[in-house]
């Protein structure tokens, strides 16, 4: 962080942005001034009458969805009058409304700006209408309400009771959440909008992390003076803490980045500007301070990029250790460094560099300048900027920029969008269960526009981004931390979802191969073909590696997952660099390029059970039967062994697909695979085999072939387990046809010699003989 | 003697033979009285005026007594002070070596972790160099 500071005449009370370079702050000498950092004026907006003494400044939300507001016109001001005031941008004050006996401690809009929260010393908490009417009384207590804040969703508030903090529903049946939080009276919270976290600063010097359960996430020793101001970064990576002439910035886990110890006295309130590079804070002595996040790092592979100005950076390369500086014309907001490129949005331009070449960078305007989220994969990235989202390629031609009716753009984070080589994510703002995909080329919805529907509110998701398109998949973590494995474009069959991990923290797809890696229950993870789920369930436990990490007390958190290498940020705030092996990444390529005498000298080489394991999924999955036979072996499941080799035998190429597919557990697949093939037999027969007896007879009765087949063997199973026929539908049936297994086993032999006959005359494979 | 009328009816003549009311001897006294309270005031001024000198001189020195105070007054407080905001000073750089040695703590751990995979990735290229 780096500092500069402004002063008023007497206390500053409040300060809060308009855009990302003017700021107002009102202050105890009736005041109310406006800083525009851009060229450095300071000028008086209004001054206020000489009883009025502001306490909380809230402007209105900015971007409300339908019509787009780049400023916000109007912002609450309340006093130690009891008074809550709306105030215009330039300094008129529309209304005035009494509303609370003694001062009014808070006032604060709720994120669609449909109703403000006032909180007052007489200890009621009202609501507001936007044109300043009286909605309802939420509560009321004792003792006076120092803050309180609005949930993301907008549907709780939360305040402080003294001590305790109290999580309160809008919905008047609804059950409150009430936790002892503090030692010492609570004087400022904090709710992030991004990452749901809630953050306080009490009396007792401490401040701490809270979930929207209430369960602590981090609790800080005690400081010197009381903590007197806390406020969440936009993006929610960050807070920033004030107190007695310091300043805080922390990590959303809650150590700390950096301390700033300015003469300041106390910092009263704290804000951030909305790009969250810029911190204003309201100090005791009447100065304004401004804050700039600095000394931010990205790395990747063997570049080391610091912002050391706000404007410069420098990259550093470690091999040689040499070193650029990249200069900009304006402050940089964001940058993101992966798959050989750097890309810089300032306030007014986006930069693009390659690794190769740090000092011709590709530029180009951008429409807005308010980039809030930057992503990146192998040949595109994404920008969120302002209240639209924009794919690029590297080139810096605008590839897309899909839409979609309902989702506020600007709301999105780096968990709610995943982008891939051809696929984008996107979680919907207001219903978290929605996910809608888009092609990436031309901007419009994948298949038939239908978004993907969770059962549960997804958390995060990501995309896998290798392979082909039609192999893309999506990983997502739910609310109850279940990881969950879908695929994204599904041609003629019924969207599959399969869980494949629980207690999962945080994940991250490799960035050259489809491995997916995880924390789950405290260890780091690695799926090493998640995809083998939807070929064979069973295998999933066996490709997956664990690293032992008796180390991390509390679940650390994957940021990247690079070539064989896992970076983890663990909660202390360390980075901790796991290598893993490298030969699934190798797998995964010869799989891909279909090398399959190259993958098994792999994983004779490697003699790994989990490299074994992937090579059996992978090779079934794309139906290489010789290969999966000899993984299979190589796992020890023998059964699946012989399977694969009854599936060898198969005179056609349909039955042996519809075997696979049955293989995996898709029977239904597998069963109008064979009708389309008009392998009538093979359908029942399958039915038959897994005593579906009722699909089976259904099937002989419509195709009008075979019932005396099923019928026979439904006798036999009875005879076998010793029952009485039960079914209607068999005692119907049975009563007209005789059963004569010699004319079965005849009329089977029949149907092979037709199919190997079939199958000869496509010429798809050679003759095969049948030993059945 | 005979009775003088003149001095009978209170009259006299001095040495210039001019009529007095009052005896030469008295008047000549009178006159010496005269001469000497002339001098006696004369001197009381001159002492009036040594004397406000001296009360003057030492104001002045009052006052630089009193500056001189004021000073050294000023002076132990500011040491105290100094103290005091050496103590605040020391406080605040003690809460920045905190942040600073947490600060090393993490890349002493991040340096281990890279040891760590540099160990493995050494044994990695071993055990291949040895299987090849």
Redesign the interface.
């Known amino acids: 962080m780096c500092l500069d500071r402004c002063t008023h005449r007497d206390l500053v009370s409040c300060v809060g942005w308009t855009t990302a370079d003017e700021l107002y702050s009102c202050s105890d000498d009736h005041q109310i001034l406006r800083w525009n950092l851009l060229t450095g004026d300071t000028s008086v907006v209004v001054k206020l009458q000489d009883d009025i003494y502001p306490i909380d400044l809230h402007w209105f939300p900015k971007s409300v969805s339908g019509k787009k507001q780049a400023v916000s016109e109007i912002f609450a001001l309340t006093s130690t009058d009891g008074k809550l005031h709306l105030v215009s941008k330039s300094g008129r004050i529309e209304k005035s409304v009494e509303c609370h006996k003694g001062a009014v401690l808070a006032g604060r809009w709720n994120q669609d700006g449909t109703a403000l929260i006032t909180a007052g010393e007489d200890g009621q908490l009202k609501i507001w209408s936007k044109s300043g009417m009286l909605r309802s009384t939420l509560a009321q207590q004792g003792s006076a309400v120092y803050s309180v804040a609005w949930s993301p969703d907008s549907s709780r508030v939360l305040y402080t009771s003294g001590r305790q903090l109290i999580i309160k529903p809008l919905q008047p049946s609804s059950k409150l959440l009430q936790w002892k939080a503090h030692d010492g009276v609570i004087l400022k919270v904090d709710w992030s909008v991004v990452n749901d976290l809630i953050v306080s600063g009490a009396e007792d010097c401490k401040y701490k992390v809270w979930d929207s359960y209430g369960r602590v996430l981090f609790s800080s020793s005690a400081h010197e003076y009381p903590i007197t101001s806390v406020c969440w970064a936009p993006d929610g990576e960050l807070f920033a803490v004030g107190s007695f002439h310091t300043l805080r910035l922390c990590d959303r886990t809650g150590w700390s980045y950096s301390v700033e110890k300015p003469s300041t006295g106390s910092l009263l309130s704290l804000s951030w500007s909305a790009d969250g590079t810029q911190l204003a804070a309201a100090c005791g002595n009447g100065h304004v301070l401004f804050a700039h996040v600095i000394e931010q790092r990205w790395e990747w592979k063997n570049f080391e990029i610091t912002l050391t100005k706000r404007r410069s950076m420098q990259v550093r390369n470690v091999l040689n250790d040499a070193l650029d500086v990249l200069e900009f014309r304006d402050r940089v907001i964001k940058a993101s460094l992966a798959h050989g490129h750097l890309v810089v949005s300032t306030s007014l331009q986006c930069y693009v560099y390659s690794v190769k070449n740090w000092n011709t960078p590709l530029i180009f305007e951008l429409k807005e300048g308010m980039v809030s989220l930057i992503q990146q994969t192998e040949r595109y990235f994404l920008l969120v900027d302002g209240a639209e989202l924009y794919v690029y390629s590297y080139e810096g031609r605008l590839v897309s920029s899909p839409k979609s009716p309902g989702v506020r753009m600007d709301m999105l984070n780096s968990q709610s969008v995943s982008l891939s080589n051809d696929t984008m994510a996107i979680r919907d703002t207001t219903d978290e269960r929605v996910i809608f995909l888009f092609e990436v080329l031309t901007g419009k919805p994948i298949g038939d526009g239908k978004p993907f529907i969770h059962k549960m509110e997804v958390m995060f998701m990501a995309l896998d981004q290798c392979g082909s398109p039609t192999d893309r998949r999506m990983a997502l973590m739910d609310k109850n931390r279940d990881l969950y494995l879908t695929s994204v474009r599904t041609v003629g069959r019924a969207q599959s979802i399969c869980k494949i991990g629980s207690m999962v923290d945080s994940m991250c797809w490799n960035d050259s191969a489809n491995l997916l890696c995880a924390v789950q229950d405290n260890q780091l993870t690695v799926w090493c073909y998640p995809a083998v789920v939807f070929v064979d369930k069973e295998l999933l436990p066996k490709t997956i590696c664990t690293k032992d990490h008796s180390e991390f007390s509390r679940p650390p958190r994957v940021l990247s997952y690079v070539g064989t290498q896992v970076k983890v940020r663990r909660v202390d705030g360390s980075l901790v660099c796991r290598g893993m092996s490298p030969y699934p990444t190798l797998l995964h390529e010869y799989a891909s390029s279909a090398r399959w005498a190259d993958a098994l000298r792999l994983c004779r080489f490697a003699k790994d059970q989990t490299l074994w394991s992937c090579l059996a999924g992978m090779s079934m999955a794309s139906r290489e039967l010789s290969t999966a036979e000899v993984a299979y072996a190589a796992i020890g499941e023998a059964d699946k062994v012989q399977y694969i080799n009854f599936m060898k035998d198969l005179p056609s190429k349909d039955s042996c697909l519809a075997h696979a597919l049955l293989f995996s557990g898709h029977v239904q697949e597998a069963e109008s695979t064979l009708l389309q093939a008009n392998l009538i037999y093979h359908a029942i027969q399958i039915h038959i085999n897994l005593y579906n007896w009722d699909r089976a007879l259904e099937l002989a009765v419509k195709h009008k072939t075979h019932v005396d087949t099923v019928l026979a063997h439904r006798q036999k199973f009875l005879r076998d387990f010793s029952k009485q026929e039960s079914n209607k539908r068999f005692l119907q049936y049975s009563e007209g046809v005789e059963v004569d297994w010699q004319k079965i086993q005849a009329k089977i032999e029949m149907e092979f010699a037709k199919e190997r006959e079939q199958a000869a005359n496509s010429s798809v494979r050679s003759s095969v003989s049948i030993r059945r | 003697m005979a009775k003088d009328p003149l001095a009978e009816a209170e009259l006299h003549f001095d040495e210039l033979n001019k009529l007095r009311i009052l005896e030469p001897d008295v008047s000549q006294k009178t006159t010496e009285l005269k001469e000497e309270c002339e001098d006696f005031v004369d001197k009381i001024g001159q002492f009036q005026k040594i004397v406000s000198g001296l009360i003057e001189l030492v104001d002045e020195l009052a006052k630089e007594a009193e500056t001189e105070k004021m000073k050294a007054i000023g002076a132990r407080n500011l040491l105290k002070s100094a103290e005091k905001q050496r103590e605040?000073q020391q406080?605040?750089l003690q809460?920045?070596i905190a942040?600073k040695k947490?600060q090393l703590?993490?890349?002493r751990?991040?340096y281990e972790?890279?040891q760590?995979?540099e160990a493995?990735?050494n044994e990695?290229i071993d055990q291949f160099i040895l299987?090849k």
């Open positions: 605040a406080q605040q809460a920045l942040e947490m703590e993490r890349y751990i991040e972790a890279l760590k995979v493995e990735q990695f299987q």
